[in-house]
Nanobody, 121 residues
Framework: LQLVESGGDLVQPGRSLRLSCVAT????????IAWFRQSPGKEREGVAC????????KYLEGVKGRFTIARDNRKTIYYLDMNDLRPEDSGIYYC???????????????WGQGTQVIVSS
């Protein structure tokens, strides 16, 4: 199983950004895929997750209404659409695959290398 993120960039506050996670080797079993982020000096936190079978989603409270997790029709590319970005959204964003729909990194076994988002004027 391999996860490769892309799309990180330097953007101004209030702007939007789309992150992508290409997943290969997922297999036919149900799983959860999530986006986590880590800022300097802070613990890694779950931002959004989606269930592969029924598409249920969960979001970190601070990003609700601004971020959306989505996927392509083949369920091989997972996106994180981020709107109205704020400086506190800055960090390295990782996608991860696990078995439970939860925003807790302990339940995720496979991780990508991350892509950096900087929100600054």
């Amino acid at each position: 199983l391999q996860l490769v993120e892309s799309g990180g960039d330097l953007v101004q506050p209030g702007r939007s950004l789309r992150l992508s996670c290409v997943a290969t080797g997922l297999g036919a079993y149900a799983f959860a895929i999530a986006w986590f982020r880590q800022s300097p000096g802070k613990e890694r936190e779950g931002v959004a997750c989606m269930s592969s079978d029924d598409g249920r989603t969960k979001y970190l409270e601070g990003v609700k209404g601004r971020f959306t997790i989505a996927r392509d029709n083949r369920k091989t590319i997972y996106y994180l659409d981020m709107n109205d970005l704020r400086p506190e959204d800055s960090g390295i964003y990782y996608c991860a695959v696990g078995t439970i729909l939860i925003l807790d990194e302990r339940f995720y076994d496979y991780w990508g290398q991350g892509t950096q988002v900087i929100v600054s004027s």
